[in-house]
């Protein structure tokens, strides 16, 4: 079992840098990969951006490639988002979430029906 907490969300302006953390208690952290999707009002959840285990593959939305990175420390059992150069379209509830994984992709964690444990959710507003 992993409970998933997320932070660091708020309001921004345009072109300003957030970063989110999503901290993670249970065990065996580093077995699992982790991935971000986010959802704006009205629209359907949709993928961000996925880190393997070890934290040498990440895989990004277009929509984000180039803006948002995606990392991790095993040891602090965290995955970060930092978010920059932020737009008023990247607002939405950003949701951590996990799953066992059997290899070291990031790719296979970026459909949301694969993942095992969810975060509750962090708001980012973004302001034009």
């Known amino acids: 079992q992993v409970q998933l907490v997320e932070s660091g969300g708020g309001l921004a302006q345009a072109g300003d840098t957030l970063r989110l953390s999503c901290t993670a208690s249970g065990r065996s952290f580093s077995s699992y990969a982790m991935a971000w999707f986010r959802q704006a009002p009205g629209q359907e959840r949709e993928f961000v951006a996925s880190?393997?285990?070890?934290?040498?593959?990440?895989f990004y939305a277009d929509s984000v490639k180039d803006r948002f990175t995606n990392s991790r420390d095993n040891n602090k059992n965290v995955v970060y988002l930092q978010l920059n150069h932020l737009k008023f379209k990247d607002t939405a509830v950003y949701y951590c979430?996990?799953?066992?994984?059997?290899?070291?992709?990031?790719?296979?964690?970026?459909?949301?029906?694969?993942?095992?444990?969810w975060g509750v959710g962090t708001l980012v507003t973004v302001s034009s």
């Open positions: 880190i393997s285990v070890s934290g040498a593959n990440t």
């Open positions: 979430a996990a799953n066992m994984a059997y290899n070291d992709y990031a790719r296979t964690s970026s459909v949301s029906s694969t993942m095992d444990y």
